[in-house]
């Protein structure tokens, strides 16, 4: 069929709401994550981490979940700034770095 | 240290010239990442490095590209000849270890016309 390139998952939220940002990952072996957030015009910066030992991380108003069984992450930020809207990827290390497509996060004021 | 630093930030150029990407990771960090991201396609990991040695470039999309990094505190991607279809971002990223966060350059708008 005809590529009409990514459909990137966008989601809406009201400042002051709390945002959730979910993602699946592909490897059962991945033993690290990583969330970065991706501003326009810039390169993707680290949020938070959390390694498969772990279930749950918690960071300056994000928080982050692994579900190994499903293989799912989420990604959670309390009481959402405008600041906060971006791209947000989830990222898998299996011997490298596999990036998903990302969540585009609009804030709205 | 300033982060990792990228150059040039944009580069325009004709459809069979030769591109040269430059990135200067942080400095003691021993991996270094060259990424393509396009609206089609995401963030894609082209090659990565390990103490300047290439370890993977299996996303490398074709013998147009290539990548050194003759020390540990440089590295190039070349895309000879460059076509309409490179037109992307390249970010280059670096990192200390192997499970540690990536930090990434401000990328490289290249537009090949």
């Known amino acids: 069929g005809e590529s009409v390139g990514l459909h990137l998952p966008t989601l809406s939220v009201q400042e002051g709401d709390n945002s959730i940002i979910n993602c699946a990952y592909s490897n059962s072996a991945s033993d690290y994550f990583i969330w970065y957030k991706q501003e326009s015009g810039k390169g993707p910066q680290f949020i938070i981490d959390i390694r498969s030992n772990m279930d749950k991380r918690q960071g300056q108003r994000v928080t982050v979940l692994l579900n190994k069984t499903v293989k799912h992450l989420s990604l959670q930020i309390a009481a959402t700034q405008p600041g906060d809207s971006a791209v947000y990827f989830c990222?898998?290390?299996?011997?490298?770095?596999?990036f998903g497509s990302g969540t585009k996060l609009n804030v709205k004021p | 240290d300033a982060g990792v630093i990228q150059s040039p930030r944009h580069e325009v150029t004709e459809m069979g010239q030769e591109v040269t990407l430059r990135c200067k990771p942080i400095?003691?960090?021993?991996?270094l990442f060259w990424y393509r991201q396009t609206m089609m396609r995401g963030l894609e990991l082209l090659i990565y490095f390990n103490n300047n040695v290439p370890i993977d470039d299996s996303g490398m999309p074709e013998d147009r590209f290539s990548a050194k990094m003759p020390n540990a505190s440089f590295s190039t991607l070349k895309i000879q000849p460059s076509e309409p279809r490179d037109s992307a971002v390249y970010f280059c990223?670096?990192?200390?270890?192997?499970?540690?966060?990536?930090?990434f350059g401000q990328g490289t708008r290249l537009t090949v016309v």
């Open positions: 990222a898998e290390n299996f011997n490298k770095f596999y």
């Open positions: 990223a670096s990192i200390w270890g192997a499970n540690t966060e990536a930090f």
């Open positions: 400095s003691g960090h021993d991996y």
